[in-house]
């Protein structure tokens, strides 16, 4: 007991920063997918919003899949400006386990939400997900979340480009950042699909589960969403209004 003692008094006079970053940790809506919804949405805590993007070289994103996430965020939150930065990096790697994403995220991601700027981290990989081959995107942080571009690539078939997907997941791993559907907060429409936790039960919503499985093809007839449906962009609105 004393030892402890002594050694919390140690780091409490040798450390004061690095305690204050652990409870920083501790406390911070980061750890979770969808807690950092109202700082996202609401401009009280942070009003601009940057994306920073990581790309494995050759697997840059699509200038208009960052466009169009661009437009959404500017429609679903109540921030005053939207700004992206991209950076390439090398990898030998072809497949990825979550504790590899974090441990890249780490070393590749630059900025945290600081000052009145909250921080959305995008890493775009080739090759694919360990768990689970189907992944085309996963949000994995409250800030952050990866596309496995080269899964997009793969899943494009006839009339249905990569580019259209591309558009559709990177929207989609936003929304679950925003918490949709049903991630910590009870929508007062009936509108998660009881066999997909957190997704939209209607496939005319960018939150449908297929969106983001390279199942996509035979789940969606025509053109994949990428947009939210009334129900998705109602959630959206009560958590800004703080009914939700
Ligand atoms: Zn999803």
């Known amino acids: 007991m004393n030892g402890l003692k002594v050694i919390l008094v140690f780091m409490l006079v040798v ?17 979770v997918t969808g807690d950092c919804r109202y700082e996202i949405l609401r401009s009280t805590d942070y009003s601009r919003l940057h994306i920073e993007i990581n790309y494995v070289t050759e697997y840059a994103p699509d200038s208009d899949a960052v466009d169009l996430l661009k437009q959404r ?3 679903t939150t109540d921030k005053t400006a939207v700004s992206v930065s991209q950076n390439g990096f090398g990898s030998t790697d072809s497949s ?7 441990a890249i995220e780490k070393e590749q991601r630059e900025r ?7 921080i959305i981290h995008i890493l775009y990989l080739n090759g694919e997900y360990e768990d689970n ?3 085309l995107g996963l949000a994995y942080t409250g800030s952050s979340f990866v596309l496995f571009k080269e899964q997009i690539e793969d899943a494009a078939f006839f009339l249905i480009s990569a580019e259209d ?3 559709s997941v990177i929207v989609h791993e936003y929304g679950h950042l925003v918490a949709l559907v049903n991630n910590g907060y009870e929508s007062p429409h009936d ?6 936790p957190n997704h939209s039960n209607n496939e005319d919503s960018v939150m449908y589960w297929a969106i983001e499985s390279q199942d996509i093809a035979n789940q969606i007839d025509g053109e994949p969403p990428n947009n939210f449906d009334s129900n998705d962009l109602d959630d959206l609105k009560l958590m800004k209004e703080g009914k939700l």
């Not at 450390?15 to 911070?28: A, M, Q, Y």
């Not at 945290?112 to 909250?118: I, L, M, V």
């Not at 509108?191 to 997909?196: I, L, Y």
């Open 15 to 31: 450390t004061p920063g690095c305690l204050e970053d652990l409870k920083e940790e501790l406390v911070s809506c980061e750890n």
């Open 73 to 75: 965020i500017q429609e």
């Open 96 to 102: 990825y386990s979550l504790e590899e994403i974090l």
């Open 112 to 118: 945290y939400k600081s000052g009145n700027t909250f």
């Open 133 to 135: 081959d189907q992944t």
């Open 165 to 167: 997907i591309e558009k």
């Open 191 to 196: 509108h998660e699909d009881p066999d997909h």
